[in-house]
Structures are given as structure tokens and as C-alpha cells.
């Protein structure tokens, strides 16, 4: 009996060190330059993402309308929540010279190219309403946000909410997690190349909605978030929605709610750091 349980042990061993031979071998090997470029990710939207025109309609002084292209477009594969921010968002700012023609050979104020995918070096950051018809997903992803010259540090530095940028970035900004709701592309794309049909630079943007920058730190490793809102009149109040740059999301995120309401949540922080916190004996 004890022969047996020794050689399980040292089996065990065994297995244990070719596990960790086999993935230092894999860290520590180098690639050719060929390899590396065949195998170099690509960024930008999806292939694969649900994809839709939106035309934003203005009625003199009546509020602003959306208005979907049907064949190119399921509206419900994207957020109400987005739907009526761009539609607000983008009905107050000036239209542009040529007016774009939509349904029913009609002009509108503005078209806007939605997207339920936005893919960075392999990875994807994904918001869509009813993914492959089992309801919504909606990515949290930290945020880089540019710090003012009249903003102090909203937080602990101890919560790691920078974890992803290096030392330089995180001191010159502010970082807050937010919830993709989709993304918006302004001016005219090829949806089948992921290429401009004009001479304008193609600008990606997410719509998130975001957290305040003030964070605590809630446990071993994890940081407790509260919602941004914007508060309207009649003390009624409703989420904060931006529309950022795509090259402002750092990394992914997991947010736990903290209540049924939504307005706080715990950010789980990234298994990398689990081992600095338990193995920190200063």
C-alpha cells in the first residue's frame, strides 16, 4: 500500500515537471520574422459580427427619429440603450455637405455603420443584443481616459485598474471600466473588404457605458466600481453613455454587480495579479 501511494507521488512529480518543462519551452522559444508576420493578427471590425446601417432623420424641432436599412440591417442585434444615444449624439452636430440618401430614395442628417465586433490582435471585444439568439452580451473593457490638467488621481493605486498600459501611459491618464453597448463607424466603409470607400480615414468609435473614475479596493483582488449616471430633472437619472475611440479600451474586464440596481460593481482582477497578492511577503 505504501509502495503504491509512493509511486502515485512521484508519477505525480513527474507529470507536474514535464508540465512546466513543456510551458517554459514554449515562453522561452523564438519565431522567425516570416512566421511571426503570417501569424500577425489583424484589427478592426469583425467579419463576423452582425453588421447594420443606421440614418439618423431630424424633424425640425421635433426630436430626432432612427431610421434602419432593412436589407442590410437587424435592428435587433443592437441596444436600444445605443440606438437612441447615436440618434441624439449625432442629430446635434452639423449635417454634412451631401445630405446621404436612404430608404425610399429619402435624405437624412447622417448614416452611421454599426457593428456588433470589434477585433484587436486576436482578441475580440463583442456587444450585441441577442447573440446567436441567446441573449444579450455586452463586454466590460477598461478604459484609458485622458487626464486633465485639474484632475487629481480618483483612486487607489494599489487596485490596478491601469494593469495593461505601462508606467509612462498610467500616470498621463485616468482609467475606468466600461460596458460596449456597439460600435459606430461615421463615414462610408466596405463592409466586405473592412475597407474605406473614400479618401476619409475611417474612425472606429465604441459606445460605453461608463463607471466614475473613483474606485476602492474591495478585497485580495478585486476593486469596486460605482456607474456613472447623468441626472435629469425630476430626479430622474440615467446611465452615463460616451462615445470613445477604439484605441481608448485597454483590456478586458469581469464585473460582478454588486446589487439588482446596477449601480456599483466589483471588478475580478485579472488571474495574472492573483499570484503577486498572495505571494507578496513585504
Sequence with gaps: MRAEVLDRQLGQRVSDSYIVDMAYQRMSSTYDNTLQETLAPTSGLSFQAAKGVLFVDTHDDLPATPCFDRFLTKKENFSSEMIQFLVQHYASMPAPDIAPIGPGDKKFHRRLFLSTEYKRAG????????????????????????????????????????????????????????????????????????????????VIMAVVSTCDFSHTRESVFSTKWQQSFVYLTGNHKKPNIQLVDVNAIVRHCLMVPHEDSHSSYHEIWSQELWGNEFNDCS
Excluded at 475580440?124 to 446567436?132: K, M, P, S, T, V
Excluded at 493605486?157 to 494593469?163: D, G, L, N, R, S
Excluded at 475606468?176 to 460600435?183: M, S
Design 123 to 202: 482578441t475580440i471585444f463583442r456587444a450585441h443584443a441577442n447573440y446567436r439568439h441567446n441573449g444579450p452580451w455586452y463586454d466590460w473593457v477598461m478604459l484609458r481616459w485622458a487626464r486633465e490638467d485639474n484632475q487629481r488621481y480618483a483612486g487607489n493605486p494599489e487596485c490596478q485598474a491601469a494593469y495593461g498600459d505601462d508606467s509612462t501611459t498610467a500616470i498621463e491618464h485616468l482609467y475606468a471600466p466600461g460596458q460596449i453597448l456597439g460600435f459606430v463607424c461615421p463615414t462610408p466603409f466596405d463592409w466586405i473588404n473592412d475597407e474605406e470607400t473614400s479618401q476619409i480615414d475611417t
